[in-house]
């Protein structure tokens, strides 16, 4: 037998997804943690859609720079949030209790300027790599490193570089490393930072140069 079913539910019903729906896209939209988090603004990625940005927006006509635009966009984000805020109070309480929220941001942008995590050990004197990214030759523990999860960690020195979190990673790493190679005499975690190349030049085979930031030297035999 079905269970007795007034007739207003569906309606009910209708409503109650409605507004379910209204409150995931009203929680969606960037909140001040977002829109004005000074740091946010001064990333490597940021910086470069700024000037970018600037440099088109003055080609079409609308002369412009980089600090210009980002005061101009500031304004902008101030004028939203007098309008975000008050929109989305209504739904906090409904997002807490039903536990509905989203605690992660979806990507605002690739990261056109990556650090890849490079480990070398020292072994006679000489420095030879034992972890590469995407490298078959260089891969130790490359299954851990290359875990979804562990490339998300990695991927945030890139964005937003934390010292405490990178030097307590950079020791673990060197910590496993001198354990699996008893015969290094110091461990180099680093990360090795470039720009990636408009796709026109990747098929011409160009490959991005880039550089080495937070170097760290390990003595091996202490770790052990």
Do not use: C
Not at 26 to 36: F, K
Not at 51 to 71: F, I, K, N, P, V
Not at 136 to 141: I, K, L, P, S, T
């Amino acid at each position: 037998m079905r269970p007795f079913q007034h007739p207003a539910w569906p309606h009910v019903r209708a409503v109650l997804v409605g507004l379910h729906v209204a409150s995931l896209v009203v929680l969606s939209l960037p909140t001040e943690g977002a829109v004005h988090a000074r740091h946010r603004w001064q990333t490597a990625n940021a910086r470069s859609d700024l000037r970018q940005w600037a440099e088109r927006l003055s080609r079409w006509g609308w002369t412009t720079d980089e600090h210009q635009l980002e005061r101009t966009l500031w304004d902008a984000g101030t004028a939203y949030l007098r309008i975000q805020e008050p929109l989305a109070a209504p739904f906090e309480w409904y997002a807490r209790v039903s536990g509905s929220r989203q605690a992660w941001h979806m990507f605002a942008s690739p990261q056109r300027h990556p650090a890849e995590l490079h480990v070398d050990v020292e072994q006679d004197g000489r420095w030879r790599p034992i972890y590469r990214p995407h490298s078959d030759e260089h891969a130790w523990n490359r299954s851990q490193f290359e875990h979804n999860r562990f490339r998300k960690f990695l991927g945030r020195f890139a964005r937003g570089f934390i010292p405490r979190d990178y030097d307590q990673t950079a020791r673990w790493v060197a910590t496993q490393a001198a354990r699996e190679h008893p015969q290094a005499a110091r461990i180099r975690v680093q990360l090795y930072r470039y720009d990636t190349l408009p796709p026109a030049r990747v098929r011409a085979g160009e490959v991005s140069e880039g550089r080495y930031e937070h170097t760290k030297l390990f003595d091996a035999e202490a770790l052990r």
